[in-house]
Nanobody, 131 residues
């Protein structure tokens, strides 16, 4: 059974960079078919898919966040990382890492994700952007 665990600072100042790490156990991030994703949920709002990294290392991003988002990985540690630059209070949210078992890819219209396709989730970590 794969398990995911987010880690990182809970408070980030405006204009700074938010960095979170997801540590995966019970499975390899280089396994075929899976896409390792970052998702967030602002207070009082729904889930927002931010991006994913494939087993090959290819990355995919939500167009609305692409200019500020980088997802990378460290295969030696079985971890993948989110960096979100130039944060504002609107980036305050619970951040989740999750495994997408059926990622459908991206097109000129955006990236297609379905929440039921996410087979494993981390518990989530609260990040607040405030001075």
């Amino acid at each position: 059974q794969v398990q995911l665990q987010e880690s990182g600072p809970g408070l980030v100042k405006p204009s700074q960079t938010l960095s979170l790490t997801c540590t995966v156990s019970g499975g390899s991030i280089t396994s075929n078919y899976y896409y390792w994703s970052w998702i967030r949920q602002p207070p009082g709002k729904g889930l927002e898919w931010m991006g994913a990294i494939a087993n090959s290392g290819s990355t995919f991003y939500n167009p609305s966040l692409k200019s500020r988002t980088t997802i990378s990985r460290d295969t030696s540690k079985n971890q993948f990382t989110l960096r979100l630059t130039s944060v504002t209070p609107e980036d305050t949210a619970v951040y989740y890492c999750a495994r997408d078992d059926r990622f459908k890819g991206c097109s000129g219209y955006g990236c297609s994700v379905d929440w039921p396709d996410f087979g494993s989730w981390g518990q989530g970590t609260q990040v607040t952007v405030s001075s």
